[in-house]
T-cell receptor
């Protein structure tokens, strides 16, 4: 396994369109996180899954955003009716959660979204 | 209110010298701290971490120091190399007690190591 992968790497869309991003975590990792990073900021938490269950959503995740992890493996993040303020780098990370296991999260390369 | 602060947006050091990157936090419930390095157009790469039960962790040229009473941690890179030039992010989490373990990041410090 070569790490966390994300697809696409870049997405340019027009305001009002829907977009979907995919994340494939490290195969044995049971936790998957989505973050968003804008210019000059650190990554900001959006949501996370333990296996297929979505356990937490940030207040940053408006109702236009939805995330799924249907079989506890890959995850998708969909943004409906995109706005220019959605332009950012969307990062996916995965980690192995369990007794005695610490919380190093391993990030993918990100999907850069530009909304025109 | 930012819970993790990196007050220096940038740092420039000479190759071979020590780089010291600083990070402050406000939430005393944080019990696990991490440093990530990020190159342009790439995701953050995990560098080193420390649990709140320790005050120092070392991995090769990288050492992280934690001062819980001051709510301060620092990353030391010795000796610095030009390839270390990147943005460094400090992150904190609550690792136990049923928390979700999501990371709270600082804004980053851009390190430039000059040959």
């Amino acid at each position: 396994d070569t790490g966390v992968s994300q697809d696409p790497r870049h997405k340019i869309t027009k305001r009002g369109q829907n977009v979907t991003f995919r994340c494939d975590p490290i195969s044995e990792h049971n936790r998957l996180y989505w973050y968003r990073q804008t210019l000059g900021q650190g990554p900001e938490f959006l949501t996370y899954f333990q296996n297929e269950a979505q356990l937490e959503k940030s207040r940053l995740l408006s109702d236009r955003f939805s995330a799924e992890r249907p079989k506890g493996s890959f995850s998708t993040l969909e943004i409906q009716r995109t706005e220019q303020g959605d332009s950012a780098m969307y990062l996916c990370a995965s980690s192995l959660r369990g007794a005695g296991v610490t919380n190093e999260q391993f990030f993918g390369p990100g999907t850069r979204l530009t909304v025109l | 209110d930012q819970q993790v602060k990196q007050n220096s947006p940038s740092l420039s050091v000479q190759e071979g010298r020590i780089s010291i990157l600083n990070c402050d936090y406000t939430n005393s419930m944080f019990d696990y701290f991490l440093w990530y390095k990020k190159y342009p157009a790439e995701g953050p790469t995990f560098l080193i971490s420390i649990s709140s039960i320790k005050d120092k962790n070392e991995d090769g040229r990288f050492t992280v120091f934690l001062n819980k009473s001051a709510k301060h941690l620092s990353l030391h890179i010795v000796p610095s190399q030009p390839g270390d030039s990147a943005v460094y992010f400090c992150a904190a989490s609550m690792n136990y007690g049923g928390s979700q373990g999501n990371l709270i990041f600082g804004k980053g410090t851009k390190l430039s190591v000059k040959p």
